[in-house]
């Protein structure tokens, strides 16, 4: 803001009233001064994503190696390898699965929980502010919790299903890829259902009341008036919020790299963990790579979302 | 519609299904809390009912204050998120409000540029962009993630603050340029502080998406002292098969608690922020 002085004097009030400010000095008009004020956000968005952005794909087609000042332009090599790439089969696999399986239960259940919440009752936004940590607190460290319930020795869930006589064994929660994977997408779910519930209890607050009396008053079930009243009301937001988690599913990292590191045996990677794994192995080309694929299905996913805001206005 | 409200009704309703919620999404918190109050020869014992405290003890707590790095990663989290907080906000604003108030040309795709940006996640830049900050002589640095951290938080914090400021009338900036104000003078002394509530909420929200990042603080900042509390819990206190438990679930607790009070009172906003674009104010 530097660049106005600072020193301006305003003219007598007269003179202000006659002609019309925005009109004498460029930095009262809107458009040059809009213009400006994306100076500095745009600077650091071009420098820290759009460089990246470009970098990205130029590393990925080559074969720089990390602490390796010499590399060779490669072409599609990298891409090529992951097509052959059993591991990255597997990688995109779990992507979808992890994304997708996980979606449903995450939006019924918030669902269920939104309508829980949206009644009046004591204490209710302390309640609500209760359940929402699954949430908010990083992921990182939620993660931990989840590794401990999981683990083959401590886990307390083993030892509540142990107790009631339904195991004998401890279950191996995260030994081998199809255990692994539920538990991951279990705790996926766990950390989802917040969301999903806070945003579509936005969406009931919109329902109008009035329509419910009616429909009520006509003799219509609670289902039936849950189906043709509060469903169409909340339908785009329930759409929206299935987009943003499922963007945020298929780009995830923390959850996945404190529970299974990608393993056992390669069978749980996810976009963010392989590449993150390539990276350890110093094949910084082949890992720009790997980041990169999932390029397309986010942008998919963003092109849908942006329809579903612009279908709003 | 009698016995609509009667006391089973309710019950079955509300009471039993807010408790069934409440024991799966707060389970794993319970487990943190009573893990961090056990002394550790009783944690091993797989004998005992795991959800039982015997001597209940402030050890890890003790140990994770006094003889951890724990302290010095939260001054570092608290650096860098304060830092790139500030710098996002002060972007932010500008951003928000040329997109809120002004009618320019580019407005419109700028504004759904803005909104794709804020789907770009971490993980699909962080490879080149350890290159950049390693080339930057960044890497280890505060600045690493002071500087890296906006390209997150900018896009959101300019989309909420966008619909923010549209909800402000017009007419009064209006009437500060009559008085003769320039716009730069209704923007900081009349529209700004109306807009008050709205800076801080992305304010919060800004410093609990800095608390909570992981990726780029693991890869650019993730040696020595400087970790976060979410890289030095995850990576000092797992060692090979070696997990110290109670001082885990001790840090965990810790870590989270002051972004949860923070975020628990927001969370509202934050969703309309979300869909500030699907209801214009």
Redesign the interface.
Known sequence: ?SV?PAS?K??P?VA??DVP??RS?W??R??P???L??V??AL??I???A???G??IY?SLTDKMVGFADFDFIGLENYQYLLRDRVFHQTVVNTFVYGFVTVPFKLV?GL??AL??N?R?RLSSA?R??????W???????S??????FDP??S?IS?VLREWGLITQNVNFLGDRVNAMASLCLANV?RG??FFA??IL?GLQAVPQELHEAA?LDGASSWQRFRSVTLPTIR??VV?ATL?SI??T?????LI??LTKGGPANGTHV??TY??QT?GYSA?GQ??SV??S??PF?AI??AL??RQ?RS?? | MVGENTLSNRMLKLWVPLALYAAFLLFPFAWMLIVSLKPDELLLDTRLNPFAIVNPTLANYRRLIFESPFPRWILNTLVVTLGATVISLACSILIGYALGRFRFRGGNTIGVLIFLLYLVPPTLLFIPLSQIVSNFGLYNQYAALILTYPTFLIPFASWLLMGYFRTISRELEDAALVDGATRIQAMWRVVLPLALPGVLSAAIFCFTLGWNEFLYALVFMGSGEMKTVPVGVVSDFIRADVHFWGLLMAAGIAGSVPVAIAYAFLVDNYVSGLTAGATKG
Do not use: N
């Open positions: 803001m106005v301006v305003p003219k009030a202000a009233l400010r925005g000095r930095w009262d809107e458009a001064l809009a213009y004020f994306m500095p956000g650091l968005l420098l820290f994503m460089y990246p952005f970098l990205g590393l259940l269920g929980l829980v919440l009644q009752f309640i502010a209760g359940l929402l940590l699954p908010i607190v990083p992921t990182a460290i939620s931990l919790a989840w590794l401990m319930l020795v401590l307390p030892w766990w259902i917040p806070i945003s936005a009520a785009t937001i929206i943003f963007i945020w298929f780009a995830d990292f923390q790299y404190v976009f963010g590449a993150y990276m910084l890992a720009a980041a990169l999932m390029f986010l996913f963003a979302l942006l805001l709003e206005d």
